[in-house]
């Protein structure tokens, strides 16, 4: 375990191709350990709604940057309601989007560091819910990631013409 800490800084457009750049790290990684369920193989920096999407959330949402000794490590999109495929809820919330680690920085806490600073800055904000959803297959294994940080599971779901199975989970804090 390296000892360097992880910095975590607000994001804007400027880092637009970073956060494009994690992305796309973290589908390779994903894809060389045979797991490609998830965000498939291709570059998500090729795929016009991606990009779209990380535009939206950096110009509507608070986008976070996680830095390791001065490089992106990681990255988190917080804002105040999911995607068009989850239903939204009664109260006032945070979402998580796109949590994604570089994977040359895997196993030094980058994603527990922003899941962290995402916690923190949604109770800034007087908000007692934190929400996330992600991909439920390969085991459970990112559904008990979330867990692992404090989150609890709520409701299943499916995309993508019903071949891709989700989980959304919530953290009250």
Request: aromatic share 8%.
């Given at each position: 375990m390296n000892?360097?800490?992880?910095?975590?800084?607000?994001?804007?457009?400027?880092d637009i191709p970073l956060f494009l750049a994690i992305l796309d790290s973290a589908v390779?990684?994903?894809?060389?350990?045979?797991?490609?369920?998830?965000w498939g193989t291709q570059p998500l920096s090729r795929n016009p709604k991606v990009v779209e999407s990380i535009e939206k959330y950096v110009a509507d949402?608070?986008?976070w940057l996680a830095e390791v000794d001065g490089e992106a490590a990681g990255m988190l999109m917080l804002t105040d309601g999911p995607g068009s495929y989850i239903p939204p809820v009664?109260?006032?919330?945070q979402?998580?989007?796109?949590?994604?680690?570089?994977?040359?920085?895997?196993?030094?806490?980058?994603g527990r560091a922003l899941l962290t600073h995402a916690a923190a800055e949604t109770r800034r904000q007087g908000i007692s819910l934190l929400r996330v959803d992600c991909y439920a297959g390969n085991e459970g294994k990112l559904v008990a990631y979330y867990e692992s940080n404090g989150?609890?599971?709520?409701?299943t779901?499916?995309?993508?013409?019903?071949t891709w199975p989700g989980q959304v989970l919530e953290m009250r804090l």
């Open positions: 000892d360097n800490p992880v910095h975590i800084r607000p994001g804007g457009p400027a390779e990684g994903l894809v060389a350990r045979g797991r490609t369920g998830q949402g608070s986008p009664e109260e006032p919330e979402y998580v989007h796109y949590l994604a680690t570089d994977p040359r920085f895997a196993g030094r806490g980058v989150f609890v599971r709520t409701e779901f499916t995309e993508k013409n019903g």
